[in-house]
Nanobody, 121 residues
Framework: QVQLVESGGGLVQPGGSLRLSCAAS????????MGWYRQAPGKQRERVAV???????IYADSVKGRFTISRDNAKNTWYLQMGSLKPEDTAVYYC???????????????WGQGTQVTVSS
């Protein structure tokens, strides 16, 4: 069974930093795009950042210059380094990936369980 497990959320003061991690486990043939989304109370889930197999990245305008997404293919893990955090970054952060399991070699979209990030003084 393929799954994503996130870690690294918590409470941080404005201007602080946090690093989120997402580890994919199970019988995985390939992982294509890896990403991070977030959902604040009363708002729609939005894409924060995505990184593709070729290393190219896309960021939401609201986090450009403050957040960095990276991946470790050997560990099937990717990260979101968040800096200069603002109260408006408060949300549940979800990792997401397009992965093909050995079960069928077809690409499916997977979500992590979510981790809370709270930016507050």
């Amino acid at each position: 069974q393929v799954q994503l497990v996130e870690s690294g959320g918590g409470l941080v003061q404005p201007g602080g930093s946090l690093r989120l991690s997402c580890a994919a486990s199970g019988s995985i043939f390939s992982i294509d795009a890896m990403g991070w989304y977030r959902q604040a109370p009363g708002k729609q889930r939005e894409r924060v950042a995505v990184i593709f197999n070729d290393g190219s990245t896309i960021y939401a305008d609201s986090v450009k210059g403050r957040f960095t997404i990276s991946r470790d293919n050997a560990k099937n893990t990717w990260y979101l380094q968040m800096g200069s955090l603002k109260p408006e970054d408060t949300a549940v952060y979800y990792c997401n990936a397009d992965m093909a399991p050995y079960m069928d070699y077809r690409v499916h979209n997977y979500w992590g369980q979510g981790t809370q990030v709270t930016v507050s003084s």
